[in-house]
């Protein structure tokens, strides 16, 4: 008891101060922790992924054969397709093949395709693969697809084959100097389509039509007045004077490459005088050449006639748009003689 107690009353002696020692100091290392040093652990993993990259890595036919896939796609050259090539080879339901056997042989017609169909779209195709057959031509260069055609459905077109920026229908055929006419039609005004393949229908069931070209000049009638009557029968008698066509025909034709002056006739109403130009425009309708040949002349005529003043590009002699006397005895446009067979 007496040990006992002389231990228990011992004197406690403090604690030594512990080193504080910084992050910045401390030498122990993240990779520490694990189980293997780091350069065996690095060594494990990479053996494995090398390993399991072999594995699952496909084999060289595989890589060859998409590796020659992405060079026909990239290099094969691709042609574009064009309006009225050779046909191409397409795929046709049976279904729609014996329609199209039908229409070719006039004994559907195709303008009743929609009705019978209820279908515009799947009427224009069968339309279209039809015109093919019977003209030898390709409408591949023709767009067909992306077009709702039943809103032009009984408004602005029948018989549709292609869409554009704007719609373009079928008429005919036309039987004409003994040959057999498909006539494109791009219009969106409603029944033009139509009453034009009535008028061809009409001809071909009578044994067709023959047409002869007797004249080929579009016309443009400008007006200008002048201080007296006199002064504009000065410039009448300049205009129809022979001698003066050569250096008009100069300056008129220097608007066009195709726009050809043919002639001019001038009629005088008091002060007023109507100068009517006649030209050839190629293939063209040719109404813009023309009016800008006249706007030439007009120019080159100020500088003689001063006083001329031009009231107008157009003063209603030309005739457009209208049926007038002018146009029957001098003609405007294609003059053309037709007669069809009974």
């Known amino acids: 008891m007496e040990a006992l107690r002389r231990s228990s009353t011992k004197p406690v002696q403090p604690l030594k101060p512990t080193k504080t020692i910084s992050v910045e100091e401390d030498?122990?290392?993240?990779?520490?922790?694990?189980?293997?040093?780091?350069?065996?652990?690095?060594?494990?993993?990479?053996?494995?992924?090398?390993?399991?990259?072999?594995?699952?890595?496909?084999?060289?036919?595989?890589?060859?054969?998409?590796?020659?896939?992405?060079?026909?796609?990239v290099f094969l050259p691709r042609k574009m397709p064009k309006a009225f090539e050779e046909k191409p080879v397409t795929v046709i339901a049976e279904e729609d093949e014996e329609i199209i056997q039908s229409v070719v042989s006039g004994t559907t017609p195709s303008y009743s395709l929609e009705s019978k169909l209820r279908d515009c779209k799947r009427a224009a195709a069968i339309r279209r693969e039809a015109l093919q057959r019977l003209t030898g031509k390709s409408l591949s260069g023709l767009p067909l697809d992306g077009f709702d055609y039943d809103s032009i459905l009984g408004q602005c077109c029948e018989m549709p084959v292609w869409v554009r920026s704007d719609s373009g229908g079928i008429a005919g055929p036309l039987l004409l100097n003994g040959r057999e006419y498909s006539v494109p039609m791009a219009t969106t005004e409603g029944c033009l389509v139509a009453s034009t393949n009535r008028g061809c229908k009409a001809i071909h069931l009578s044994g067709g039509a023959t047409s002869v070209l007797l004249k080929d000049g579009m016309t443009r009638a400008p007006v200008v007045r002048f201080g007296t009557a006199k002064r504009a029968a000065d410039l009448k008698l300049y205009l129809e004077d022979p001698v003066n066509f050569e250096t008009l025909a100069?300056?008129?034709?220097?608007?066009?490459?195709?726009?050809?002056?043919?002639?001019?006739?001038?009629?005088?109403?008091?002060?007023?005088?109507?100068?009517?130009?006649?030209?050839?425009?190629?293939?063209?309708?040719?109404?813009?050449?023309?009016?800008?040949?006249?706007?030439?002349?007009?120019?080159?005529?100020?500088?003689?006639?001063?006083?001329?003043?031009?009231?107008?590009?157009?003063?209603?002699?030309?005739?457009?748009?209208?049926?007038?006397?002018?146009?029957?005895?001098?003609g405007r446009g294609k003059s053309v003689v037709l007669r069809g067979h009974h």
């Open 250 to 330: 100069l300056v008129f034709n220097r608007s066009s490459r195709f726009g050809r002056l043919q002639g001019i006739k001038c009629a005088i109403a008091g002060k007023n005088l109507y100068l009517r130009f006649t030209c050839s425009t190629g293939d063209a309708m040719g109404m813009n050449m023309v009016s800008k040949g006249v706007q030439n002349v007009l120019d080159f005529l100020q500088t003689d006639f001063p006083d001329m003043d031009v009231i107008g590009i157009s003063g209603n002699f030309c005739s457009d748009k209208k049926p007038a006397a002018v146009n029957w005895i001098e």
């Open 27 to 73: 030498p122990t290392k993240a990779s520490d922790t694990l189980p293997l040093p780091l350069y065996l652990t690095n060594a494990v993993f990479f053996t494995l992924f090398f390993y399991v990259s072999l594995l699952l890595r496909p084999s060289t036919d595989v890589w060859n054969s998409e590796d020659d896939d992405e060079e026909a796609e």
